[in-house]
């Protein structure tokens, strides 16, 4: 079948890799983008990064898209008939194609959903741009603050919390950043901010509780924390909710194969899918997993069995409290590097496992390499960056 529509539901970075990835395939008919946000496409993890440290939200603004596509932007998808080719509209409106994209991202969970949260202090997420903007709004006035959730979300925003002067709580049901780190990694991360004056409850799960002027945590144990303002990290939801009834989800779940594809004429990418990988079938949102899987993905739209296959290395960068972490491979890792080749200052390191399934996972911590060189460290241990280095270090 000849391919002159394209819809993509989703405008962030999956849509976006997707758009210009068919353009650059060849595909030169009409492209239609659909996305739920009213932004342009921009750095969602500079966020987290960067915007409590002062920068502005110009920089996190990707370029201008260059794909020529027609923008619906701030509208939602609603429907899906896979066997008239129709994408259904919020509040109305089809749109018919020969190919379509699903981009659709991910949400921020919630601790609270019945609790407003647009008048302090009630549960803040942070998510979009908009989060980003209230966020930076509340912590101006230097509120205590208590942050739900142990992985790099929630430790990027008790950073940032902290560099703006707040006093910082920090829960977790886990070592912070031990389910995705390991244990060698979050050790580092979590010495550090604690040095700077992080307070960590490893309390089980915790409850939010509406309390008058301020905000209660209440953890497993029945211990209660109070603060002025909550921000809970503590996961994301894929969207896709209006894909049901379409007969493309499996126990639940949007599942592609090794091309992003969930049927001929319809792939995925993003957030919202699950993927196969050298550790089975997994969703790994990442942002460079969502660029990675978008630009396979297109081709396997145009090209079928004639696209190459997904071959996923994961690649994930963190900043907080001092330090920043690069890795590539897949963690969390397990016990001490098998290789550590020290920087020399700020307790900078180069580190390498080796995994049981062959496969290795490099980290630079403090540590100035470029990406490519980290991931020939991870697919060839030191000698593939310092071919005079020893075995061990």
Known sequence: MSMRRIVVVGNG??????????????????????????????????????????????????????????????????????????VRLDGGGELPYDGLVIASGSRAKRLAAGLRHDSSPRELTLRTIEDAVLLKERVASRPSVIVIGGGPLGMEVASG??????????????????????????????????????????????????????????????????????????????????????????EGSLRVDSRGRVRPDIVAAGDVAFFPTRRGVQRIPLWTSAIDQAKVAAVGLLQGDAAPEFNFQPYFWTEGFGLSLKSVGFTPVVGAPDYCEPGGENGSALLHWDNPDGYGTAAAVNYRIPVPKLRRLADGGLAAVRPNAPARV
């Open 161 to 250: 919390c902290l560099h703006v002067g707040c006093e910082v709580t920090l829960v977790s049901d886990a070592k912070p950043l031990s389910r995705q780190l390991g244990d060698h990694l979050a050790d580092l991360f979590t010495s550090a901010a604690i040095r700077r004056g992080l307070r960590v409850f490893l309390g089980g799960k915790a409850r939010l509780v509406d309390h008058g002027a301020g905000a209660r945590v209440v953890l497993a144990d029945g211990t209660e924390l109070e603060a002025d303002l909550v921000v809970t990290a503590v996961g994301d939801e894929p969207n896709i909710e209006w894909l049901t009834g379409s007969k493309l989800l499996t």
């Open 13 to 86: 970075i999956a849509g976006l890799t997707a758009c210009d990835s068919l353009r650059s395939a060849g595909f030169d008919g009409e492209l239609t983008v659909v996305g739920s946000e009213r932004h342009h496409p921009y750095s969602r993890p500079a966020l987290s990064k960067a915007l409590l440290h002062g920068d502005g939200l110009q920089a996190h603004e990707l370029p201008e898209p260059t794909h020529d596509a027609t923008e619906l932007l701030g509208v939602n998808a609603a429907g899906l008939d896979i066997e008239a080719r129709v």
